[in-house]
């Protein structure tokens, strides 16, 4: 069966041949965004350890190589969706392979394969429809989105390092980095944005969802700075953050960790009572419950503060404090 099929799938693609180009991701420590560099770029100091952005641990091996060809068959639908803020075209793409395509099977977490034909940029999402017999590989997935455009990086030129969030997420992931010399909490779990938190991320971990229509303004209008021309609004979020992994007492030290960071900082005022609720999240085969919870703030801040904060999220930081005096440094 499988020769039979290789055989039709030759006759009508005619020896397609799809180039794929090797993208790896690149996060805005200062808001979590994430872009996808092309792996050439990323030796750059524009991008690979620099100040501005911090980039996925990808190893010589596993940039290489940094582009490759399928030879297959591949079929695309168009869905063309109207929605109140844009009208775009959904592509379907399906991409049936003789072989498989190991490349795009075993990645990093940090690395995308990007292909291209027929002016569709496309990424594989799921393998499907597999079947030993045929000895045929379905890969499935949807063409870019057009305003997904700006996320993916070609050249320099078209990244920036400037804040793209407008609400009070910088200020949520710089918490679990801070710490007081009085803090009496034990660590904290590492902040990632709602939707981009990594692959496979093992707990304890939170993510921040800032729910959209609950940014309000609480100023009649906003401050214009009249020497820099930078404009600062005092606003209000309802923030849900969700904890992975996370037992009571650590749960307990993050509620507490934040109406310290709230007092010491000033960046975000807490506006409500703040609870943790215990969460249900299952799995059939192993008949129990993750340990998730959430808990809930409504925040006010300056939207100028935001784009101050600086602070580079990273998963670990170990501070040396030197004090000089008298007898040398201690």
Known sequence: MGSDLEAG?????????????????????????VFWVLSSLLPQPAFAKSGLVTAEELSEEEMEPRQLHAI???????????????????????????EEIQELNAIAPGVMWIGEFAGLRFGFSSLSS????????????????????????????????????????????????????????????????SFLAPD??????????????????????????????THTQLCSDRVRVTLWGVRNQMAMDFVDAVYRYSADTGLIGIMNVPVIRDEKRTQSELRTIAMKKSVEFEVSYLQGQMRNIATQVIKTCVPKIYIAGRDGIK
Not at 134 to 149: E, Q, R, S, V
């Open 9 to 33: 799938i030759q006759a009508i693609a005619l020896n397609q041949k799809i180039t794929f180009k090797m993208y790896g991701r690149v996060i805005l420590p200062i808001d979590g965004y």
């Open 72 to 98: 297959g068959s591949l079929h695309y639908t168009a869905d063309f969706r109207q929605e109140e803020a844009e009208n775009y075209a959904a592509n379907r793409v399906v991409f049936t392979s003789t």
């Open 130 to 193: 597999r079947y030993r017999q045929a000895n045929l590989w379905h890969y499935n997935g949807f063409a870019i989105y057009p305003d997904m455009g700006p996320q993916i990086i070609d050249n320099v030129q078209q990244f920036s390092s400037d804040l793209v969030v407008s609400n009070s997420l910088p200020a949520w992931l710089a918490i679990a980095n801070y710490v007081p010399p009085w803090a009496v909490w034990g660590s904290l779990p590492t902040m990632f944005p």
């Open 200 to 229: 496979n991320e093992p707990p304890p971990f939170a993510t921040v969802h800032i729910i959209p229509e609950s940014t309000t303004a609480l100023a009649s209008a906003p401050t214009i700075d009249p020497t820099t021309s």
